[in-house]
């Protein structure tokens, strides 16, 4: 079976830095995908990681390990446009498919 | 990037009729094409996976009679929603894939369709 878990909720202060990790257990890995969503609209990509180690895209940084089955998605200077959902995504032995965690609503308080 | 487009972005519709959504990818041809569903404050659910001139795999839970998936070719794909009923009322989005299995961010969304079934 598969499964990916993520906190349901987070709240972060505007400025400040969050993490949002992601545990996941699939039959096979090709790929951790974190997305982000508004409301009402749809998923926008924001990273990709296959080996494990940091990826940087400038506010935005994602981590896995894959012996641990661990991603993390850090948001630096947290802006109140960034509230929404973060959603973690695994592609696993499927060559193509992509497997959706619950998401996490990240609030952004002034 | 390139672009995926949905027709219609929202429907109303009474409940036994059928609903029938399309899904295009206006800048590249899309070898693959997923469709997902979405309940309020929920993730994706993956529904399908539509294959150019194939028949569609469908997900564990999901009746492929009542979801009837067309991928007629590389640019367009549609999900017909049959006799709906109101736990139908959904947001419903596809994503298309230019190389399957390939890295990186090669899944394209469409902005989605939100069903609502009376």
């Known amino acids: 079976g598969q499964n990916i878990d993520q906190p349901t909720e987070m709240t972060a202060t505007e400025g400040a830095i969050v993490q949002i990790n992601c545990t996941y257990q699939?039959?096979?890995?090709?790929?951790l995908f974190w997305y982000q969503q508004h409301a009402g609209e749809a998923p926008t990509f924001l990273s990709y990681?296959?080996?494990?180690g940091l990826e940087e895209k400038g506010r935005f940084s994602s981590f896995l390990s894959r012996s641990k089955g661990y991603s993390y998605l850090l948001l630096k200077e947290l802006q109140m446009k960034d509230s929404a959902s973060y959603l973690c995504?695994?592609?696993?032995?499927?060559?193509?498919?992509?497997?959706f965690g619950s998401g996490t609503r990240l609030s952004i308080r002034p | 990037g390139a672009v995926v487009s949905q027709h219609p972005s929202r429907v109303i519709c009474k409940s036994g009729t059928s609903v029938k959504i399309e899904c295009r990818s206006l800048?590249?041809?899309?070898?693959?094409m997923f469709w997902y569903r979405q309940f309020p404050k929920k993730s994706l659910m993956l529904m399908a996976t539509?294959?150019?001139?194939?028949?569609?795999?469908?997900e564990q839970g999901v009746e492929k009679d009542k979801f009837l998936i067309n991928h007629a070719s590389l640019t367009l794909s549609t999900l017909t929603v049959t006799s709906a009923h109101p736990e139908d009322s959904s947001f419903y989005i596809c994503s298309a894939s230019i190389i399957a299995g390939g890295p990186g961010n090669e899944q394209f969304f469409g902005p989605g369709t939100r069903l609502t079934v009376l």
């Open positions: 539509s294959n150019e001139g194939s028949k569609a795999t469908y």
């Open positions: 995504a695994v592609r696993g032995s499927s060559a193509s498919k992509i497997i």
């Open positions: 990681n296959v080996l494990d």
């Open positions: 699939t039959s096979g890995f090709n790929g």
């Open positions: 800048d590249f041809q899309a070898t693959t």
